[in-house]
């Protein structure tokens, strides 16, 4: 069955999410953005926050946990390898299986399908702001090694919010209220979320085999998991 997800996505606090490659910034931790300079959200990033929320829903609903799976990522010599796969690397594959679904990035667009005619006149799309914090160094046997390091962090001007999409071919539609159950579980985006960086308001529309089906009617099959 073919699936299609739109996401909009509204921050309400900044976020961040690095690519951990050095780039052209002074932060520690920069953000990844376009050639433009515009912050974007990876969908490699979401991918992987909303898969570890699924493997979580997944165990909790299916009671007891049966011992036909030992499926423990993110190591690839414990993961599924088939052809009997565990419901997680159904969704999003593993080492030896692709993934049926892609997480296309989350770029931004304006609340209007109407872009502005200049996105210079937007100054304010590429102000990132730089914040400072402390971490621990909890590799070292000290008691609290502290280290400053600073973060890269953004969140888009009014009138501006982040579109993407989730795209790809399920067997089943508890594969896709799974998919759509993690996806809801993720509130807050990237790293920093203890420190309140992140936290989104999320928008799905969900097409099945080309036809627009409610969500929250999807979320109702999660039952099925636990039959
Ligand atoms: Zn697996």
């Not at 912050?39 to 909303?50: D, E, T």
């Not at 609290?144 to 919010?161: D, F």
């Not at 920093?192 to 109702?220: F, H």
Request: aromatic residues 8%; proline residues 8%.
């Amino acid at each position: 069955m073919q699936v299609e997800i739109e996401l909009s996505a509204t921050l309400e606090t900044p976020f961040s999410i690095g690519t951990g490659a050095m780039a052209d910034s002074v932060a520690d931790k920069p953000l990844v953005k376009d050639a433009a300079g515009r912050p974007f959200i990876p969908g490699s990033s979401l991918k992987g926050q909303v898969r570890h929320k699924c493997e979580r829903i997944i165990r909790a609903l299916v009671v007891p946990w049966p011992g036909r799976w030992r499926c423990e990522a993110p190591y690839p010599d414990r993961m599924c390898r088939g052809p009997d796969l565990c419901p997680i690397c159904r969704i999003f594959g593993s080492p030896w299986h692709p993934a049926p679904i892609t997480f296309n990035n989350l770029t931004l667009t304006t609340i209007v399908e109407e872009p502005p005619r200049d996105w210079e006149q937007l100054r304010s799309v590429r102000a990132t702001d730089i914040r400072l914090g402390v971490g621990i160094n909890r590799s070292r046997n000290v008691t609290a090694e502290e280290l400053l390091y600073s973060t890269e962090t953004y969140v888009p001007p009014l009138a501006l919010i982040y579109r993407g999409r989730i795209w790809g071919t399920l067997e089943e539609r508890r594969e896709v209220a799974l998919l759509l159950a993690g996806l809801r579980s993720v509130v807050a985006l990237g790293g920093g979320r203890s420190r309140g960086l992140g936290w989104w308001r999320l928008e799905i529309a969900v097409k099945l085999d080309g036809q627009p089906v409610s969500v929250y009617e999807l979320l109702q099959e999660l039952d099925q998991w636990s039959s």
